[in-house]
């Protein structure tokens, strides 16, 4: 019995060894592993910059990119530089950068001023204050050291214009070949009594006209790749900055607080990341497009008319217009060629809408004395770097909130972010080029001013004037139009010399898109105005407005000739962005970016 027990426990045994691969067989298999989940990584390029430039006094301009080395596309980010790990006001927004992509031409330059020599460490960071869920967040940085030495310079060969009737007041040419020409307003005694322009001919940035206001302060700042930068002082530290490209089909304008330059929120942050909608704050419904005609050049007849009555023999009058419409932001100068070989270049002050006076000298200054001229000349350019110089520190700054809604506006556009790299980098050289035009000038003594340094120092005194029959060019500048000209006419050297009008175009153009006011506050409605010249009967205008809160609205009205169309836009919550285009059937387009 004990045997027959014994062979069926092996026997079951030798049973189970025989099914137990089919039954493991017959088991599911186990679950795979989980999928990693799918993150973007953002990592910041090299960081690259010319040693050259790291003098005391000098800007400094530090080039990197983005690098998304992640799965997934991103959104807009923000970016920060800081100096020596402290923040030092300069950040923004970075449009998203495509999965496994590099963007070289975003939000991601810095120019930064060093006031002492030393070593220093520039560091730039994406998605500095973690917004983006990345697979790594350790790798967002990137730092440079950088060496900065004292100046070795020369001072530039300056030149002094003593003529009364000679709007240029001074030249600067430095040792490198940069050439500085200031032009101002002088008194029957060839003594300076305004700065109204600069003109810098750089060797490595190209040519950047600055404009002054009355008070001396800078208004207008046209760089060398036809983009323009509109300053309007709304007080002593607050500023509205207008960025138009060389087209005019990107515009966009921000607000900058000088005196925040060096605070840890500075407000272009307001613009990125997108808002997201709140269902419990709503907005007022949109207001409609209305229509409204604006003064075209003919009802300014009779002004012109007084205005060459009253002009003396060494004045011509340049008419700046577009289809009747007076162009009232254009850069005019004269261009006046006599024999002998005698090359002038004169610049236009807009006296009436449209219509802009330049003085050409036709005789002998009498009586002049160079040093007061000097000093005069000193005394006014000293007040206008005043306004110039507060510039510089502001720069990084004014470029990121200029960057920042660039990025913004060609995100809503769909438009590849490297179409903006010529504005931010038109705000740096043109920022740059007004500070070298002060900076070159040296600095007084304690208490004093230019005057102290210059007058010592005038290597060549000039009396310009026209000593033979001329020939004479008109030029105008217009900011997102591009230059214009007039045919030539010939003058007797004493004059009278002709007046000349300037055609900006006959076909139907969107000459300015502005918003009122240009960064309105939070809840503020504002009103968007486009101006539209040489519109043929029934040329129908778009207008359409979209946020960052979700909200869109359009109209369209009808136009003829030179007429403007309103939309009145109510306000939003701090930190919405609006972006306002105006469209011409079959036409031009343009577009605007504000901030709340």
């Not at 208004?219 to 530290?237: C, F, M, Y």
């Not at 009008?501 to 139907?508: C, F, T, Y």
């Not at 009808?558 to 701090?574: D, F, S, Y």
Request: glycine letters at 8%; aromatic letters at 6%.
């Amino acid at each position: 019995m004990r045997l027959m027990a014994g062979a069926r426990k092996y026997l079951f045994h030798y049973v189970m060894v025989l099914l137990l691969p089919a039954i493991v067989a017959a088991q599911p298999p186990p679950p795979p592993p989980p999928l990693p989940e799918l993150q973007p990584n953002l990592q910041p390029t090299e960081i690259i910059f010319d040693t050259s430039t790291a003098m005391v006094g000098g800007t400094v301009f530090f080039d990197s990119g983005v690098n998304n080395t992640g799965d997934v596309d991103t959104g807009i980010f923000n970016i920060q530089w800081l100096v020596n790990n402290q923040d030092v006001g300069a950040a923004g927004s970075h449009a998203g950068v495509p999965a496994g992509q590099t963007v070289l031409d975003g939000n991601s330059q810095f120019s930064w001023t060093f006031d002492s020599p030393g070593t220093y460490s520039v560091t730039f960071t994406v998605d500095f204050d973690n917004q983006i869920e990345e697979s790594n967040e350790s790798d967002n940085s990137g730092s440079v050291t950088v060496t900065v030495t004292e100046p070795v310079t020369e001072p530039p060969a300056l030149t002094l214009f003593i003529n009364p009737d000679d709007p240029l007041l001074l030249r600067a040419e430095t040792i490198e070949g940069d050439v500085i020409e200031y032009f101002g307003e002088k008194n029957a005694g060839g003594l300076a009594t305004a700065f109204n322009a600069v003109h810098v001919e750089s060797v490595t940035n190209g040519a950047t006209t600055i404009l002054l206001d009355e008070q001396s302060r800078p208004v207008q700042l046209l760089a060398d790749n036809g983009v323009t930068l509109k300053i309007n002082w709304q007080s002593e530290s607050l500023i509205q900055v207008t960025a138009i490209s060389a087209d005019g089909t990107i515009q966009v304008s921000v607000s900058v607080d000088l005196t925040t330059q060096n605070m840890s929120q500075p407000t272009v942050l307001k613009s990125a990341p997108a808002a997201v909608m709140d269902a419990s704050v709503q907005r007022t419904p949109r207001g409609g497009l209305s229509v409204q005609a604006f003064t075209t050049f003919l009802d300014m007849a009779p002004s012109i008319q007084a205005l060459i009555q009253e002009q003396n023999a060494a004045t011509s009058v340049v008419n700046v217009n577009r289809c009747g419409a007076p162009v009232n932001d254009a850069v005019v100068s004269m261009g006046i060629l006599s024999q002998p070989p005698n090359i002038l270049d004169l610049s236009g002050k807009l006296k009436e809408p449209g219509i802009y006076s330049v003085s050409i000298p036709t005789k002998p200054s009498a009586g002049v004395q160079a040093q007061a001229v000097c000093e005069s000349v000193a005394i006014v350019i000293d007040i206008g770097c005043a306004g110039i110089e507060g510039l510089g520190p502001a720069e990084p700054l004014i470029c990121a909130s200029v960057g920042a809604a660039v990025d913004a506006l060609l995100l809503h556009l769909g438009i590849p972010p490297g179409k903006g790299a010529s504005i931010i980098e038109a705000c740096r050289s043109g920022i740059k080029a007004a500070e070298a035009s002060c900076s070159v000038l040296g600095q007084g003594p304690p208490g004093g001013t230019i005057a102290d340094v210059i007058c010592a120092d005038i290597d060549d005194v000039v009396d310009r004037f026209v000593q033979a029959d001329v020939s004479l060019t008109p030029f105008a500048r217009i900011p997102g139009a591009g230059l214009f000209t007039a045919p030539s006419q010939n003058a007797p050297a004493s004059g009278p010399f002709p007046n000349f009008s300037i055609d900006a175009g006959g076909n139907v153009e969107i000459v300015s898109f502005t918003t009122n006011p240009v960064d309105p506050a939070p809840e503020q409605s504002y009103v968007a105005t486009a101006e539209i010249t040489c519109a043929a009967p029934g040329t129908e205008v778009s207008m359409f407005i979209v946020g960052t809160d979700d909200y869109t609205d359009s109209a369209t009205c009808i136009v003829e000739g030179n007429e403007a169309c309103n939309l009145t836009v109510p306000g939003a919550r701090e930190g919405i962005v609006d972006t306002v285009t105006v469209t011409i059937t079959n036409g031009p387009t343009r577009s605007v970016a504000l901030v709340f």
